[in-house]
């Protein structure tokens, strides 16, 4: 059996024909070659699939193509503006020194723009909550909550 | 999964249709449990009926005195409901605390109580409220909707499609997170309604669980000290490297009394 799946993905309209097992993170590695959304752990654990669907985070390792249908799917390549600079989340990551390896960043980043964009006063404590789907081997958090808590008012300023 | 099928029927009558005519299917709602079961090589359906497509299976509406449910409602729906929170605080409270924030966007509360899960948080709400669960069909009181580990009451082809649940006078969920999953090591679930008291463990045993002599000991008298000589015994509960049957039986009552102190609170 194969699906034809009509969805959005970072802004374009994207149109597939993929078998029923195709999981949302494998069509935007191997299909549309977005690499930048991982493949940790495979079991909805780590987080650094995430993604956004419809605006809301998810595990893109954890649900299938099919069940996004229709839908608009917003990966660590979609958030930059078009000038080519930093997404404010992306700039604090980078001023608050957010991440070392680097493989759980892009997840992390997804996650914490979905977090702040729903929930744009949240205290230290929320945001270590927020953050507990993603999981980070190398920094011991203090910096990935020190840089949520630096983009947070910039893109709560940001918001039209 | 190479012969895989998927359905995404636009009615509760055509999905039900699609689970009588394929014995081997399987009914997805937020798939947070299934495709990691499938992934594990623990199922092999060979069709995914998607009720992703039934508006109607979604949302939160207060009902008299009850609360209604729809069996596609995301966990972070239910945490977020401002009739939830107004309403029956304690179960905003369950559902904020399941796994994690990607996982509560995605997950259904009809998805979890459809599993049966044994460390799941939403059984032992439906127990403890004593909740009725709807279906395309009937209605099943929650006492005797768990069966067992991973088995409920639903037929192969019911569509589990809400659950209402009566509005407590005081209520609260209290439970000990297994620390990496958040899944309950053990979780207790205490209301009180008039002169009934219901106490409702998951976590502990195959499925969740009423514990008849704590809720008598609570029904003389709603306090945390009326269950200060209460022992449970650890005959038949869960035992994994997170936790003997000893200790689990142990958390039941410390459990129960931290609920009971939330709910008077």
């Known amino acids: 059996m194969s699906l034809q799946i009509r969805l959005r993905v970072n802004n374009n309209a994207v149109t597939a024909d993929v078998s029923p097992d195709t999981l949302l993170v494998t069509f935007l590695r191997e299909h549309q070659h977005l690499t930048g959304t991982h493949v940790g752990c495979d079991t909805a654990s780590c987080g650094a699939c995430t993604v956004l669907v419809d605006g809301i985070a998810v595990k893109s390792c954890n649900i299938l193509l099919a069940q996004v249908q229709g839908c608009e799917i917003t990966t660590i390549e979609g958030i930059t503006p078009a000038d080519g600079s930093l997404h404010p989340m992306q700039a604090a990551f980078k001023a608050c020194h957010g991440l070392q390896c680097g493989f759980c960043t892009p997840g992390m980043i997804m996650s914490a723009i979905d977090l702040v964009t729903h929930h744009e006063h949240s205290s230290e404590a929320e945001i270590r909550a927020g953050l507990q789907g993603n999981l980070c081997r190398c920094t011991g958090y203090h910096n990935i909550v020190r840089a949520v808590m630096q983009a947070a008012p910039i893109m709560g300023g940001a918001k039209s | ?265």
């Open chain 2, 1 to 265: 999964m190479p012969n895989l099928s998927y359905h995404r029927p636009s009615s509760i009558a055509e999905a039900a249709r699609l689970a009588r005519d394929d014995p081997d299917a399987k009914l997805l709602a937020g798939g947070q449990s299934i495709i990691p079961s499938l992934k594990l090589g623990l199922l092999a359906p060979s069709a995914f009926i998607d009720l992703g497509g039934l508006p109607e299976l979604r949302g939160v509406r207060l009902e008299g005195r009850s609360l209604r449910i729809g069996a596609m409602t995301s966990h972070a729906e239910v945490a977020n409901s401002p009739e939830v929170r107004k309403h029956v605080p304690a179960l905003a409270h369950l559902a904020a605390g399941i796994g994690d924030r990607q996982v509560r966007n995605r997950g259904t509360i009809g998805g979890s109580l459809a599993n049966s899960d044994p460390a799941a948080d939403y059984p032992a709400a439906v127990l403890g409220l004593g909740a009725e669960v709807r279906t395309d069909r009937r209605a099943i009181p929650a006492d005797s909707f768990f069966k067992g580990l991973f088995e409920t009451d639903l037929g192969r082809d019911e569509i589990l499609t809400a659950v209402e649940f009566p509005l407590p006078e005081r209520a609260a969920y209290v439970k000990f997170p297994q620390p990496a999953s958040r899944f309950a090591l053990v979780g207790v679930f205490v209301s009180l309604t008039g002169k009934s008291v219901r106490v409702a463990v998951t976590g502990a045993g195959p499925c969740a669980f009423r514990v008849a002599a704590l809720e008598q000991a609570l029904a003389k008298r709603f306090a945390p000290e009326s269950l200060n000589d209460i022992t449970m015994p650890a005959d038949a509960l869960n035992a994994d490297l997170h936790g003997s049957a000893e200790y689990r039986a142990h958390l039941i009552p410390v459990l129960t009394r931290r609920a009971v102190t939330q709910a008077l609170a």
